[in-house]
């Protein structure tokens, strides 16, 4: 017990007349000089206060600056990996807020009775016109007639269609190719005479088109990794 109180007052007498300190070294330079790695068992936590930032330059000489730790604030979005409510955020899933483990003071604040269903949904800013926390829009579109570009399926063939028809008959004889049918009791003489009708035969054909297409709904979701969406409520 002696000895320790002599260390001691030896520690405390060498400090008074030097008013330096050496830790494994016989030189210190500053008032704690110490030679060697340093550790710190304990360490406060910090979350929203104002701190001094401990640095230490390319000698080992430390200084302190200020800093500010700024902590989350109630109505916080984020994305991230958890599965579940954790530190204040709480998965936006639709829940009534009454139901929630905690923080309904925070969804309070916020006007908050239950929280939207950010599940399968992007996040957009609102509009001038929009209401915070309200839902629209979907994952898949199904075209219409009024979604195609104008167009027009109106159409005609060529005009061009005229002929003429060729008309054989029979006639008198006097006129065409003479020709003799005979049998043993009668000859009978007659004439090939050939006739062209009018080729005045123009004409226009109309074609209707068939429906095609099934109207089934397509896919807008694009490229994505699938996260889940929190709001900070604190608790």
């Known amino acids: 017990m002696k000895k320790n109180l002599f260390c001691i007052s030896a520690m405390l007498i060498s400090s008074h007349f030097f008013s330096q300190i050496g830790i494994n070294t016989p030189n210190p330079t500053k008032m704690l000089d110490i030679n060697g790695n340093v550790i710190v068992r304990t360490v406060p936590d910090v979350t929203t206060q104002t701190v001094k930032n401990l640095l230490a330059d390319v000698n080992g000489n430390i200084s302190v600056s200020t800093l500010t730790v700024s902590g989350n604030t109630v109505g916080d979005i984020k994305k991230g990996f958890q599965p579940t409510d954790h530190d204040g955020w709480y998965l936006l ?126 896919s807008v979701l694009p490229k994505n990794i699938t996260v889940n969406t929190f709001i900070f409520l604190g608790n």
């Open 93 to 218: 899933d639709g829940r009534a807020t009454n139901l929630l483990p905690g923080g309904q003071a925070g969804a309070a604040s916020l006007g908050l009775t239950a929280l939207p269903d950010a599940r399968g949904r992007f996040l957009k800013t609102k509009s001038a016109t929009e209401t915070l926390g309200s839902v629209g829009g979907s994952n898949s579109r199904t075209l219409t007639q009024a979604n195609l570009p104008l167009y027009d399926y109106t159409g005609s063939t060529s005009a061009a269609g005229g002929h003429a028809h060729i008309l054989t008959e029979l006639g008198v004889i006097g006129g065409g190719d003479i020709q003799i049918l005979s049998g043993p009791n009668y000859t009978v003489k007659y004439a090939t005479i050939t006739r062209t009708t009018n080729p005045a035969g123009n004409h226009i054909h109309t074609a209707t088109v068939n429906n095609e297409g099934g109207g089934s709904s397509f």
